[in-house]
Structures are given as C-alpha cells and as structure tokens.
C-alpha cells in the first residue's frame, strides 16, 4: 500500500502518529518560509505543512516543483492545525512531512478539478478521467453505486433473480432501429444488439422463473436528441402469476424503498392516473403533479363569441399561472414568442389578467366580456393576481403545447422543487397509437403487450380506443418507468401482429421462438423496466441523465474521449465479408 | 396474484387453510376413482388430490384434460396427506381441490421436465425455456445470482464502487479480434465491444475513483473451443495506490468470503507459487493442487545410458500414478494412445511398474536396470505399487503433455473432488511470450503490465526472461482470475509499445487517450479480472460454464433458439453504407 490512511480520514485524535498519505496536488501556497499543500483523493483532503525550520532542504526542493494535480506520496507527523478549518472533517490536523516522494507528474490540467470548473461540456467529455476528479462527478458516480445496491438488494429480498441475458441477439425491424454486430463465423449473417431483454425475460416466465430481474445495458440506434445515449441502463423486471396491482404493488415497493434509504423521504401510497385523465388534466402522459396549474378546457365557456380562431378550434384549454398578473408586457410577449417556437408549435396565445380588483384584462377584449373572463376563471382555476393563458387547435397538438408552456413556466416559478418526490402511476394506456407516416396503427408499448379483458374485439372495429394493460411510472414529471402485462397465448399473439400489420411468416420469423414458446405452457406474467440512468439522475435531484454516466457518449453518438466510432482495418472488413458502399 | 402460496410453501401447520396455487402439472395419476396430479413452480412441488366422493364432476372432467406442462390455478382445501412423501417438504399434506381452471395449455413437451431428461444438448438448447423448468438448471441460474450478490456486497463493503463502462468502444487490433458494430450516424465508421474494460478501469483510477469494480460483459470474436462463448461475464476490478500484495490479499479475501457465505468452507492464506516453479512442478501454469503427481524432472538420472530417445531429449520427465501397478498392460497400452493422440501430441511413452515387492518392470528394461529404476522412483516420489509414466521432448511441449495425462488419470482415479477447494496464486508470470506465427513477442497478459522492478532494461538483451508484476488465481485447475500492476507513467507505456512492434503513430492511434491520461497525474495502479461463468460453475462444483449461463450459444456461436445471427434487410444494410462481398 502506498498510503496508511486516505486523505479524508485524520482527526484530531490522530495527533502525533506517523502516517504515510498518497493522492494528488489540489493546491500550493508558498508563504516562503512556509509552504502548505492540499493533497486529495477520493475521500477528502489533508493539508501539509512544510517550513524552513522543520523540513530539510531537500524536501522543500522537491515541494517547490509540485503542480497542480502531481501525484505524490509522503510520510509525516500529524499536528495540529493552528488556523482550523472547519469546512472539512480533516480540518483541525495537518501532516508536518519528513518524506515526499513525487509518484507521477503532471501537465497543466486543461480545466480547473474544482466543484465549479472553468472547462466546457466538450473539453470535460475529452478530459473525462479529469472530470471525474471533481466532487460532483465523483458523487454522482457513488451514488449510482449506491442506487444499484439498493436496488439489487431490496429485489433479491424479495425473492427476484437476477439473470443476465445474451447481448448477441436477432435483429427485428419492429420499433427502433438494432444495432447489428456481423458474424465472422456464419458469414453473411449478424447479430443485433438488444433495445432491451424483453423476449428473453418473457421466456424466462415461460421456464418458470417466475420473478426476474436484471440491471442491464440496452441499445437503439436512434438520431439523438438531447440527453438520449445510444446505449444506456434498464432495470429490467418480470414476473409470473401476477395481474396488474401485484406489478405496481411490488415496483412501488422498489421506489418507496429506494427514496426511504437513499433519500431519506417517505412515501405514502402512489396516486393512480388514466391516461386519458393525464392527457386532459395535464396534456401529457407524464405530469409533474408537485404543482398545480392544470389544464382547463374552454370550449364550453369560450366558443360562443365572434373569435374564430377559438370557435374553429377542436379544443380551446388554457392555464392560470399563480402570480401571472405581475409579468410585464414584455415578458408574456416573450412567453407568446416561447410558445410559437418551432420546437412548441403553438400559433400564438391568449392571455387574460386577473387584476387583484377582481377584473380581468385580456388580449381579447374586443371579442369577451367581464362575464366571460370569470368564467374562464373558473374552469381554470385562476385566482387574483394570476395569468391566463390559453392556447387553441387539434386537440392533441394543443395538450402538448400547453403542457410544454407549463413546465417552463413551473421551472421559472421555481415550482419544481427537486428535494420534492412526487410519483405517479398512469394507467390504462392506448394499446396502439397511429403513425401518420405509415398510415397505420403501431403498439404504443410493443407487441407483446396485453389488451385491457374484453377489449380484444374492439380492435377490428375502434383500434384508437383499445386501453392496453400498461403503465408507466412517472417521478417529477419525467417517465422512470414503464410496462405492461403480456400476452401469454399464442392465438392472441398472434392475432396481435395480424392487427400490427405482420403476415405469419414475418411474425414467425422475428418472434417464432416466442410463440413457440407460449405453447408448451407459458403462465400469465408481466413486468416493467426502469430507466437507471433517468432515475439515478432524479434521485439526485437532476434531470441530466449524462451527469450519471462515467463514460456518456455526444449527441452525434461519439466518445470523443477515446474517439469512437472509428475506421476499421481492410482485414477486419474483409474477414466479415463487408465493404463499405460509398469509401469515406 | 394467481397463487396465495407457492407449491414449495404449504406444511401440515396449514391443515384445513383454504388456499389458491398455481404451477405446471408435472405428472397425474388416474386410479379412476382418484387423481393425483404433482404442481410444479420454481419454489417446489404440491400434490393435488381429486376423486370422485369429494370432487365435482366438472372439476373431474377438467382434470381428465390436463397433460403434461400445462398451467394451471387451483383452490382448495390442504389435507392431511395418507401416504406421507418424505422426498419433498410439502411431502406431509395435499391440496382437495374445489376450483380449477387451466391458465394455458401445453403441447407435449420435446423432452422430460425432470432431473435427469431425456433431451440431448441440442434440443435442450432449441427449447432452452423448458431446460430452464428442470431443476438442476433453474437451481444453476439461482447460485449464480447468489454469487453475484455475494460478491457485490463483499466489494462494496470494501469500500469498492461499481461503475458501469461503455459497450460501444473502439477496435484495437491488438489482442483476439473484436465484434464491431458499424455505424449509422457516423457512416464508414465502427465501434467495437469490449473484450474487457481495461483501459476504462484504467482511466477510472487515473480519475481517482481509487477502488473500482464491475460484474460486465465482454465480447470476443475467436474461433470457438469448446466450453467457449463469444459474450462472457466478467468481475472486473481495479485499484490505485496498490502494490501486488494488496491486490492479492484484497481479493484472496474476496474468494475466502464466496467460498465461505457460498459453499460453507474455510480456506486459510491462499499458497504462492511462481510460473516457474509451477510450469516445473505441475508442467502448468494454473495447476491443479488438490493432489500430488507432481512432474519428476529425470534429465540427471536418466540419460546416461544408451537409450538415445531421452538422450537426444531436452527434458525428460515423469510422474507416478498411485496404485497405478494394478493398471493391466492393456489400459497402460491405452494410456499410450490416449498421450499420442493429436490433441496431446506425446510421440511416445515409457513406463515402469513399481512392484509392492521392491522391484521394477519397465518398457526400458533392456537400457536400464533396477538401480536406475529406484533412482526414477525416488525422483517421481513414487511408492510400491505405483506406476511411472514418462515422457520426454522439448520442454515447453513435454510439460504441457504430461501435465494433460496429470489432469486426465486425477480424473479417472476421482482425485478430483469438486467438493474440496485449493486456490493457488500463480506469480511472476513473464511480461512476454514468442509468436511462432509473427515471429516475435507478444504481450503475455496484456501491453499495460509493468515488468518487474527493475527489468525493463532486461527487454532488451533478453525480452523473453523478464518478468511481470502478473498473477493469476488458479482454483482446482482452472484459471479463474488473472491481473497485474499497470504501467502508469507514459514514457515506460510509450517504450512499451515501441518493444511490441507498436509504431509511435499506431500507438497513438489506439491507445493515445490513455497515454494522454498517464501525463495528467496517473496512480500507481493495477487489478484483477474474474472469469465468472467458470469461477460460478467451479464454485457449483461442476466445470461446463453453459450450464451456469441462462441463454449460451453452441460451438459455433448461435444462439439455436431464437436462430441468431441472422440475415437482416436490405435497408439495414444500406442505411449502414455496407454491402456484403460475397453474396450468400
């Protein structure tokens, strides 16, 4: 060992003992005739003491060419500290060094290691083990640690297994877009990476393990968007024998448990919300339900006027911003110009005062009146000295648009408080969603996914409104979770790709095995799968999902760490029977 | 839920409970006016009992439907069983059925849910969902998860952090050959998965995070031997300001802790032994120690005589089988075969019987007489009533051939005992070995081994003898951890790659973010990584890792059940700007 104790550890109990300390320069300060060195590590820091009358020359020639993060061992006395420092649990002592020796050097680190540092989010991806000195890194780092244990724990006490499923998949065109990994061996042929275990650990309840998990990478080659990694981490669960309430059961256990030890907050039963009602109340399937500001619909009280933009509307909704009145012109103008962005889409807002006098002043004066303002009031929920506003068109264009001026709003507020936990489970999902680009219905969930009892015929007749037995967990506004119960018949297995538009032999090519499989005794079951890297990121009060992650990847995909992706060599082309179609 | 208890839980305290199970029908026994049907999950099995006074006649006609696996849910009433089974815990009641309705049916599976099947490997693996319902697998997958959790909570309590590298990484040449996975979004571009995450782990102690550890996958593309899979599961560790001591008792202490909580066994300080001295003794470097039969080098006793096969022999060598004298000649005749076949190598093998009266009897009679005989003996340590074998050749060759006759006679005379565990650390690996193929040294362990102290400038005169700060732990013959000190400083890595043929450019190319990284303030550092499928399937007293993994693919890397890899679609292939060379 080149250490007796980390730098995070000595106490003023310590006093006169001889220790040896390892770890990195965090900062110099030559007084002269005094020099003092902050030597850290993953545990704390211990400051050094070197003077011209009790170190020899030769210690303090080997000091003054110490930089910024050298890596160096010493062996000294523990005294202590004249001028303490409380803001450290090592700040009563310091080391008065009789040996130094410099382990490595270093050049000039290309940003500051700092809790606040001067480098920028591409430098610090290029510098990551630098980065990852940094406390806040590192913390982040410790507390995934933290999150997975508990996590593995609290499952494995309930009886779950964790079973590692194969990486070296089949490719299926369904959904995202795999991975493919070409087979040297069976030439010609590829393997794809998993988007995740989902069939593997239906056919784990097939063979009667009938309570699974695992903490697993998954992959979707998909254009990112901010905050998508190509590969990322699932907590991936399934069990047999179970209906619906015994999942949500089991999995609100899990995150009860998970904000009970590592937050140290406690949790009550979660509410429960359809999909339909999430849609309506808060214009999205994942509402952040720490703060109010719901949705109002105005049709009723709104299309009885001369304002065609509303009267053409299929849906007229609006919200009341608490304390709204205060914005200046300026600012509601700035948040009309938010909403008309083409990320948000919305062709332009109404708004409507609620002076504290009990009138109301709206962008619409010339079309309503007092009366009518009250009204909206009321369905919105508008107090004095709050704001309106109110967007209009397709109904469920205008949810989203709405639900995304909301959330700003609530940032803005100051309203999405993240020491605050608020989980919510929303139900009764649609079974099939319809994609204007293919002109058909695709699984909202995915194909496996069972219709709500007694719904299976509705589909030849109104596929739209089939609910389907999947839920999602949402946490604070964001998705952490999401599954459903499958379907564990063949026939019905069937049938659902007959729905989604596959002919028997695309269905038995690409999930053959699967309906096999149902044959020879498959038991009801269903599961959920957590996204750790979204979760872990909410437990510590963040939304950045790359903050978490040790090694995260750019938008475009790439490490630029180590610089990956890369150009292969020809043999390696050659060897996998490829060639490139257009040479770079 | 479908089950208020599993079929493992009820005992006669629950007499008279009404109860609801579910499970498979493992096996039904019509005696006409009485039916006993076995019910089969995960947690055990319960008998269900049927007959015509007590059970209705719709129940009955159910039940005469039931066939083997399928699904059933029944509720009743636990009794009092009359002939107790003292086989199984729930052994004592049975279950009188009131309710019963079949959640699925089951084809007639392809081969028996029982201990010992019917099935061979093959159709074992096609409906690897089934194997997974037998015992002995299911049991497998069960251990493995309680090894991993062990292991978990041992390293975290070590104060170690489990931290999560990336799969898509750059291809290196170096080393077996990569899987790699072209790009879309970075067109003519590939990542690779990882073989290990060494530099990561690496990168991760040059970030500080001084105690690091994983349970990971890893990939490699190598034509397959058996018992091989192309993904496997590693433990992966590392740790900085360590010198090979540390790591040998930090994870020494791992191992006890397995073999200990796992297996209920107390193993004292792990025995050290150098390759040299293993590659002498056992003619191996991960020997096997739980028995004797150690190689008796005869070079000094044996070429004095006119036998001109050991004369012209760089080494000739034995070992003395116990009891071995009672071999007939026709199984000494077999042994011979069994040494000359291709996969051995050995041209030939000399022996001598080791009478109980004191004399000897060899294939060599005619060169050597009973004195020489004694001095072979005495050199093998062989006893009265054993039997020399020898065999002679260059060294590297002759070792490895009698060290394969070692292992396969312990096999056959059950010295082998899978319930008895000897852990060895083998040390002081070389840093180098020569390529026949290439003509030149390769990196034994892998190019980031620092050579022992003091060595590096041995590379130059004489690159074969230098030894590395390498280790591998070796248990009951198998090779189940391998590690060492890391080259930390830049220019002893750059000098490195120089002597591995490495050009500064490809150098750079490949490895130049670590080097890079060793200029910012590197630790001393090294590890270790554990094989856990064998160190699982050892642990679980067997050696076929397949058995231990939930979804293995066969010798030629398929995946027999979900047929992969695969052929994929056009599309794919375009959008991934590839084309495959040859046409299937």
Request: with cysteine; proline share 5%.
């Amino acid at each position: 060992m080149y250490r007796t104790h980390t730098n995070g550890e000595l106490r003023i109990e310590d006093k006169n003992k001889t220790v040896t300390l390892a770890g990195w320069v965090q900062k110099t300060r030559n007084k002269g005739f005094m020099v003092w060195v902050d030597l850290r590590d993953r545990y704390g820091i211990t400051q050094l003491i070197f003077d011209e009358e009790r170190t020899s020359e030769e210690i303090l020639e080997t000091v003054s060419k110490l930089g910024r993060e050298f890596v160096i061992q010493v062996t000294g006395t523990v005294i202590k500290r004249e001028s303490k420092n409380p803001d450290i649990p090592t700040g009563d002592i310091e080391i008065l060094v009789s040996e130094i020796t410099i382990l490595n050097e270093s050049l000039t680190p290309p940003f500051t290691i700092e809790d606040n540092t001067d480098g920028g989010e591409e430098l610090r991806m290029k510098y990551r083990y630098l980065d990852i000195r940094r406390n806040p890194v590192r913390e982040n780092l410790v507390f995934r640690h933290k999150v997975t244990m508990a996590v593995r724990s609290y499952l494995s006490n309930e009886g779950f297994i964790e079973i590692e499923t194969p990486y070296l998949i089949k490719s299926t065109p369904e959904g995202a877009r795999d991975f493919v990994v070409p087979s040297r061996v069976n030439k010609g042929q590829f393997y794809a990476l998993p988007q995740s275990p989902q069939t593997f650990k239906q056919l784990l309840m097939v063979g009667g393990m009938d309570k699974y998990f695992q903490i697993v990478k998954c992959f979707r080659d998909e254009d990112l968007r901010a905050d998508r990694q190509p590969e990322f981490t699932q907590i991936d669960c399934e069990m047999a024998f179970v209906e619906q309430d015994d999942i949500l059961n089991t999995f609100e256990g899990l995150i009860r448990h998970l904000l009970k030890e590592i937050k140290g907050v406690e949790i009550g039963e979660f509410p429960k919300m359809t999909y339909d009602e999430a849609m309506q109340r808060y214009g999205t399937d994942k509402p952040d339900i720490r703060f109010g500001m719901e949705l109002g619909e105005l049709n009723a009280v709104i299309q009885h006027k001369d304002f065609n933009v509303f009267n053409q509307a299929e849906l007229v909704v609006g919200i009341a911003i608490p304390g709204g009145n205060s914005f200046s012109r300026k600012e509601i103008d700035k948040l009309i110009d938010w909403v008309k962005r083409p990320q948000v889409g919305a062709l332009g807002m109404v708004y409507c005062r609620c002076n504290m006098d009990g009138s109301y002043k709206s962008s619409v004066d010339k079309f309503y009146d007092q009366k009518d303002f009250a009204q909206w009031a009321q369905v919105t929920g508008a107090q004095k000295g709050d704001l309106i506003c109110i967007l209009s068109g397709e109904t469920s264009k205008v949810r989203t648009q709405l639900s995304a001026l909301r959330m700003e709003l609530a940032e803005t507020l100051g309203l999405r408080n993240p020491d605050e936990f608020a989980p919510l489970w929303v139900i009764d999902f649609p079974l099939l969603e319809w994609d204007e680009e293919t002109k058909r219905y695709h699984a909202m969930h995915h194909p496996f996914t069972s219709p709500r009892p007694g719904q299976m015929e509705l589909l030849k007749t109104n596929p739209g409104d089939v609910k389907a037995n999947a839920y999602d967990l949402v946490l604070n506004g964001n998705e952490i979770g999401g599954g459903s119960i499958r379907i564990h018949k063949k026939e019905t297995q069937a049938k659902m790709f007959d729905y989604l538009g596959f002919t028997p032999e695309e269905a038995k090519a690409q999930f053959g095995f699967l309906m096999d499989a149902f044959q020879y005794g498959a038991p009801p079951h269903g599961g959920i799968a957590f996204g750790l890297d979204r979760l872990v990121a909410i437990l510590g009060g963040q939304e950045t999902i790359r903050d978490f992650i040790a090694f995260p990847k750019n938008n475009s995909g790439r490490d630029v760490m180590i610089d990956a992706p890369a150009a292969i060599d020809q043999t390696q082309l050659d060897e996998l029977n490829l060639q490139l179609r257009i040479k770079p």
